[in-house]
């Protein structure tokens, strides 16, 4: 059940994410909640992404508009360090709240509550008709970056915000791609470290564990064939239909943290 649930969300949504710059960490992380520590969830989400973004830097990384990456990537690098640390803070606060509800007992921290508000702005994001054509201009693109990035590294949601603003970088479609997924590369890499050094460390029995491991291998290959499924695919495919299928889920998993179920 648990490879079950896990590589059907890798698979499906990574097919999804290729074209659309968004999707892959947003869900996956929530599903990776379901059987590990939420910050380890989050760590265990970046490595997925990261590798399925490498994979993508293959197929079109070099369509990417190198001026733009650089204005965008930089920032966020930076930001998406400090959501990190951020993210490892919260961690070691005490529960706010702890209840039991048909013999099993629930947590409401910190952590889980601000991710839970990320996952629903991000859900209301997807899902309001006057938010779908939401873009940036241009001498925005930094603070962009420094914004995606910042929620990437604290939460693993960047994709939409990122997309957001690399929408109006005058940008073909071949080169939003690639710009986007060089972007989300160098993001990943710049979290990893830090969850590497910190919270990786403390749950590194989890990550030993056969299952564990096993568990993001299996994540990561099936994404990988997500992803070349998703290129065959891409004009087939409807881009409000699935961020309307996204929203919803983003939404009722942001209610979820934030009671504490997950």
Known sequence: MVYLIICTVALIVSALTLFSGFGLGTLLMPAFAIFFPLE????ATAIVHLANNMFKLVLVGRKADIKIV???AIPASITAVIGALLLNYFTG?????????AGRVFTITIVKLVIAVLIAAFAIFELSPRL?????DMKYIPLGGAISGFFGGLSGQQGALRSAFLIRAGLDKEKFIGTSIVSAVVVDVSRLIVYGVTFFSKHFAVFQN??????IVAAILVAFLGSFIGSRLVKKITMRTIQR??????LLLSIALGIGVV
């Open 40 to 43: 380890v969830a989050v760590g």
């Open 70 to 72: 650089l204005r965008f």
């Open 93 to 101: 606060v005490k529960p706010i709240i702890e209840y039991a509800l």
């Open 132 to 136: 779908e054509k939401l873009s940036f």
């Open 210 to 215: 056969q299952i564990g491991m096993g568990l």
């Open 245 to 250: 299928i996204v929203g919803v889920l983003l």
